[in-house]
């Protein structure tokens, strides 16, 4: 999986590389020849890969031309797609949306047809398809009107990406294939009088060749092979370039795939891909780049992998280190580390196999936007190209730690487990929310070295083939493996957040979950005297709160443990709640709200839910057509608030854009609600409840959104509920909440077992579909 997994980023990485083929062949010419110098300067170092210089060019020549003239659009546009090469989306996105107007009046069509390409393409790495689309089609239409063939097939391929990219939406998949097609019959027309378009086209049938892979487009394997050796053949008739070395690694890796689809034949398509690395290598020789043999060496070496002659691929492994190193290039140095890594470990020389990781750790960490964006399979990169390199080092901490003798050795390699596991689930926020500075905080954080009173912090670590648990109790720390099979556990936490979403029976899952994650530790919780568990989880088990596994004796864990949600140490603020002069901001919709297909019942009982909180807590209730982003902006602008309460459906996915609180007329964004607390005189708050969102079924990322919505929204805590949540149910534990935070005074995770507690004791509410939901996210005290 690995091997296909790298090679596959070379595929996608390729068709990011059309963004520089669209610019350098620009016909809009400069009107005077300063211009038309700085225009080929700046052009030239986008192909070098030197973005920021590009970009100080164009800034200076930017100021000679008025912003409506062909010539300032044109400098902003390559300014943008060199930005967005960068990795920085959002930057790039807030130079093109200005230009909109007078691309509409003054750009000629090649010119327009740029700007909605590369516009399009930056809606894609934010995982927006409806407006990516729209783009595209405007797009496309301006080519079909200036009757440019090669416009129309650069813009059809930008299409067939796209529906590729969605293959597992119905229809998408063919789509893609036909997209490709016709992208391949438009190039073919002026292929004859336009040679320089041959690595254009040769790309075209790489992507076609990859859609025909795609297990959505059920083809024969004699389809596939047909379509990979059309760009095989056609791609080694061109010129020796570096564009034709990494196509050619595209393809070495098509044939890989292959061999992983057919068992009996593997060999030979294993023998094909070799060959090919071979021809590359040979390429490189007479052009001496070296980005290009640290990319061939790396493969090599994977194949070697593949066949068990780890020496040999620990050379070319080294040889790659050496090209990329020579170059500076910081892709090629962590993905060459991290593999490396794994083959110094697979020979038992463990700690070279760490300094191997953490000198790839370190390479990625300044680049990871840039690999986030530059990978168009939005959904999987983080899972594919970033979090394995975390957990395969933090694996072996673990198993370190299990021959340690001395303690305090002992205790040290459980740090570097925890300290490991902090670092991928600050990447991961980061990449959910599309925000680097996420994760970023100055102090105040939850630390290994806290004292933990009757708390215990529990991180549970999804390991390729087992399952591991870290816990720091209150006398030291300990760890061990599950005893179920990763894959195995994965699938009983699938099948029972199902059945909780169907009110079905939950017994037998609750049970396991127990005696797997809890039994094996709970003399020591007992011994220790812990109240509190405090779960940093990943996975798949993020999906479901602790609160509803199940003792043998029909004892829910919420009704012996205190349970508090955090995303990470590191991302857990630590100060202390204002509990005397509490000031809270209640918002609510009471009506039905359809959006799309999608019906939002009313929630009838909201209003009775917000006037019981105002009673405890003084404050302003903003309910139906008065919940609006406007009035809050305005109203927490002038006010000093430290809680905030919304009662509103919501849904929370791994994409920002897509996740939500309705208002009566719109929504509003975890980017809205984080500028609106921005703008409270604190720029902070001390609670953030949401009492009406779910979780996709099924996604992990989501979830683990929801646990990092304190983060992002500058909450010192939240409370939230994974599944949507009858609203009777919802404002009985909510206001009991409340009660006992501000009336009671108990700290927010004894406030919430108890409101959980109280609902549970009813039979009629004893499932826990209606009250595990809610969870207490960050600062618990």
């Known amino acids: 999986m690995q091997l296909f997994n790298q090679f596959y980023k070379l595929f996608i990485q390729y068709i990011g590389m059309n963004c520089i083929f669209i610019f350098i062949i620009f016909s809009t010419v400069a009107s005077a020849s300063q211009g038309k110098d700085s225009f080929a300067k700046a052009n030239l170092f986008i192909q070098k890969g030197q973005y920021l210089y590009a970009v100080q060019v164009l800034d200076n020549i930017s100021k000679n031309f008025s912003k409506s003239s062909v010539n300032y659009l044109k400098s902003q546009i390559i300014k943008a797609n060199a930005i967005k090469a960068m990795g920085q989306h959002k930057r790039a996105l807030s130079i093109l949306t200005p230009l909109l107007q007078n691309i509409k009046e003054y750009a000629p069509a090649e010119l327009a047809v740029r700007y909605y390409i590369i516009l399009g393409k930056i809606y894609v790495s934010f995982s927006n398809q409806e407006i990516a689309s729209k783009c595209f089609e405007k797009g496309l239409k301006i080519a079909k009107q200036s009757a440019n063939q090669l416009l129309v097939s650069e813009v059809l391929n930008e299409m067939g990406i796209l529906f590729y990219i969605y293959a597992e939406k119905p229809g998408f998949a063919e789509n893609s294939i036909q997209a490709f097609e016709h992208a391949i019959n438009y190039s073919e027309e002026v292929l004859s009088v336009t040679p320089d378009i041959h690595f254009f086209h040769g790309q075209l049938l790489v992507n076609i060749a990859r859609a025909s892979l795609h297990p959505k487009n059920n083809f024969e394997t004699a389809k596939k092979l047909d379509r990979i050796n059309q760009a095989l053949n056609f791609i080694l008739d061109l010129p020796d370039t570096y564009k034709k070395g990494r196509q050619l690694l595209i393809i070495a890796n098509f044939f890989e795939q292959v061999a992983l689809l057919d068992k009996k034949k593997s060999a030979h398509y294993l023998e094909k891909a070799f060959k090919i690395y071979n021809t590359i290598d040979d390429l490189n020789q007479l052009i001496n780049n070296d980005r290009l043999a640290s990319m061939v060496y790396c493969r090599m070496g994977a194949l070697y992998e593949r066949s068990n002659m780890l020496d040999s691929s620990i050379t070319l492994t080294r040889k790659a280190i050496f090209a990329a190193q020579k170059i500076s290039d910081t892709e090629q140095i962590y993905v060459a580390h991290w593999q490396l890594g794994r083959l110094y470990n697979k020979m038992g020389q463990t700690f070279l196999a760490i300094d191997q990781y953490q000198k790839s750790i370190e390479a990625l960490t300044p680049i ?414």
């Open 368 to 781: 990871r936007q840039q690999i986030y964006h530059s990978d168009l399979m939005k959904k999987n990169v983080f899972d594919r190209s970033i979090k394995p390199v975390y957990l395969e080092l933090a694996e072996i901490f673990f198993d370190l730690a299990s021959t340690q003798i001395k303690p305090e050795e002992y205790e040290k390699m459980i740090r570097q487990v925890w300290t490991t596991m902090d670092k991928v689930k600050s990447a991961e926020l980061e990449d959910i929310f599309h925000d680097e500075c996420v994760s970023y905080q100055k102090s105040n954080y939850l630390s290994l070295d806290d004292p933990l009173d009757f708390s215990a912090v529990m991180y549970l670590i999804p390991f390729q083939k087992q399952p591991g648990m870290i816990i720091k109790l209150p006398n030291g720390f300990k760890h061990f493996r599950l005893k179920v099979y990763t894959q195995t556990f994965n699938k009983e936490i699938y099948k029972f957040r199902h059945a909780i979403s169907q009110f079905g029976e939950i017994e037998d899952y609750a049970i396991k979950l127990y005696e797997w994650i809890i039994s094996p530790i709970y003399n020591d919780l007992k011994k220790q005297e812990v109240k509190t568990l405090v779960v940093a989880s990943d996975g798949a088990i993020r999906l479901l709160p602790f609160s509803l596994f199940l003792k043998y004796d029909e004892t829910f864990l919420i009704e012996e443990f205190e349970i508090v949600t955090i995303p990470s140490l590191k991302l857990t603020r630590t100060a202390q709640t204002n509990r005397d002069t509490p000031n809270i901001l209640l918002c609510g919709l009471t009506k039905e709200r359809i959006i799309g297909n999608k019906i939002y019942p009313a929630l009838p009982f909201v209003n009775k839910e917000l006037e019981k909180i105002r009673k405890i807590v003084s404050g302003d209730i903003f309910l139906n057509a008065d919940f609006s982003l406007s009035n809050l902006s305005k109203f927490l602008s002038q006010n000093e608030i430290s809680i905030i309460h919304m009662a509103t459906h919501g849904e929370f996915v791994g994409i920002p854009e897509k996740t939500f609180l309705l208002t009566e007329k719109g929504r509003l964004t975890i980017n809205d609600l984080e500028k609106l607390i921005k703008q409270t005189p604190s720029a902070s708050i001390d609670l953030l409840t949401l009492s009406a969102c779910q979780t996709a079924l099924g996604d992990e990322r989501a979830a683990f959104g929801l646990a990092g919505v304190a983060v992002k929204a500058g909450a010192k805590c939240a409370v939230a509920s994974l599944w949507s949540v009858d609203d009777y149910t919802s404002q009985k534990i909510i206001t009991e909440f409340y009660q006992n935070v501000y009336i009671n005074k108990t700290s927010k995770a004894k406030a919430l077992q108890l409101a959980q507690i109280k609902l549970l004791e009813k039979p009629q509410y004893w499932n826990p579909a209606y009250w595990a939901a809610f969870l207490v996210i960050g600062n618990w005290y």
